[in-house]
């Protein structure tokens, strides 16, 4: 079936390090690909999503790029900053445009201290 | 848009016990959609409703759950005869149909503790 792995946490930064959390995954068809953040005491939020192969997906300095080669959509950052610090979930759907049925990775908690 | 309302935050309940769990979704939001979440996993799709139409079930929904929509509006996932395996967080998301244009909005959550 269809899977995600995500880097293991936690992931500890400095303010404006930059940060990288992998993302692989399994899919049988042609699968859209997400990352999900949940702040502290919050639900999960939408922050990037990529529908096909070589499409970048970016929000709030974040970035993923959707590589089929390699079947990776490793979420990026160039200098994050204390508000950064959250779990981070990479998601796929490999429904097409019926992007409810999602299968999430674990979760990579991030903490950035100023 | 007050986004998607779950109640309780937390439940405690005995073994055995029934739990109900209720879901406020945004309004204009036809979709509704239930996961749960065990710590350290991500969350996990259980079911999902178009409209008042439960339309698809995860095999992870036992005979001992059960979701309903009555009026295309709010929904409640029951739990009877709960079990210690059943201590999860549950998640309650909506949309606006489906397509890359309809994310889903998730509330915080109801917190089950089973003794």
């Known amino acids: 079936g269809d899977s995600v792995t995500q880097m293991e946490g936690p992931v500890t930064l400095s303010e404006e390090a930059f940060l990288t959390i992998n993302c692989t995954y399994t899919?049988?068809?042609?699968?859209?690909l997400f990352w999900y953040v949940q702040y502290p005491g919050e639900g999960l939020q939408l922050l990037l999503k990529a529908t096909k192969a070589d499409d970048k997906g970016s929000n709030k300095g974040f970035e993923a790029t959707y590589r089929k080669e390699t079947t990776s959509f490793h979420l990026e950052k160039g200098s994050v900053q204390v508000s950064d610090s959250a779990v981070y979930f990479c998601?796929?759907?490999?429904?097409?445009?019926?992007?409810?049925?999602?299968?999430f990775g674990a979760g990579t908690t991030v903490t950035v201290r100023a | 848009d007050t986004g998607v309302s779950q109640d309780p935050r937390h439940k405690i309940t005995k073994r055995g016990q029934n739990v109900t769990f209720r879901c406020d979704p945004i309004?204009?939001?036809?979709?509704l959609y239930w996961y749960r979440q065990t710590l350290g996993q991500g969350p996990e799709f259980l079911t999902y409703f178009q409209n008042e139409a439960q339309l698809e079930k995860s095999r992870l929904l036992s005979d001992r759950f059960s979701a309903e929509r009555p009026k295309g509006s709010f929904s409640t996932l029951e739990i009877q005869r709960t079990e210690q395996g059943d201590s999860a967080m549950y998640l309650c998301a909506s949309s606006l149909g489906g397509g890359s244009g309809s994310p889903l909005h998730f509330g915080n959550g109801t917190r089950l503790t089973v003794t």
């Open positions: 899919a049988t068809g042609y699968p859209s």
């Open positions: 309004s204009e939001h036809n979709r």
């Open positions: 998601a796929l759907s490999d429904l097409g445009s019926n992007d409810y049925k999602l299968s």
